[in-house]
C-alpha cells in the first residue's frame, strides 16, 4: 500500500498539486499529517 502511494504522488502533477493546496487553505483542513506536506501551505494567506 505504502508503495502504491508513493506511486501516485509521484504521478501527480504540479498542478494538482497546486489545485489541492489552494482547496485545503479554501476549506480550512489541515491535510498536513495525511500529505506530507509542511503548515506553510495553510499560513500563507
Same mark, same amino acid.
Do not use: F, M, V, W
Given at each position: 500500500?505504502?508503495?502504491?502511494?508513493a506511486?501516485e504522488?509521484?504521478a #501527480?502533477?504540479?498542478?494538482? %498539486?497546486?489545485k &489541492?493546496?489552494h !482547496?485545503? #487553505?479554501?476549506?480550512?483542513l %489541515?491535510?498536513d &499529517?495525511?500529505? !506530507?506536506?509542511t503548515?506553510?501551505?495553510?499560513?500563507?494567506?
Amino acid at each position: 500500500r505504502l508503495y502504491q502511494r508513493a506511486c501516485e504522488d509521484a504521478a #501527480r502533477s504540479p498542478y494538482e %498539486d497546486l489545485k &489541492a493546496q489552494h !482547496g485545503r #487553505r479554501k476549506n480550512g483542513l %489541515d491535510d498536513d &499529517a495525511e500529505t !506530507g506536506s509542511t503548515p506553510q501551505i495553510d499560513s500563507a494567506s
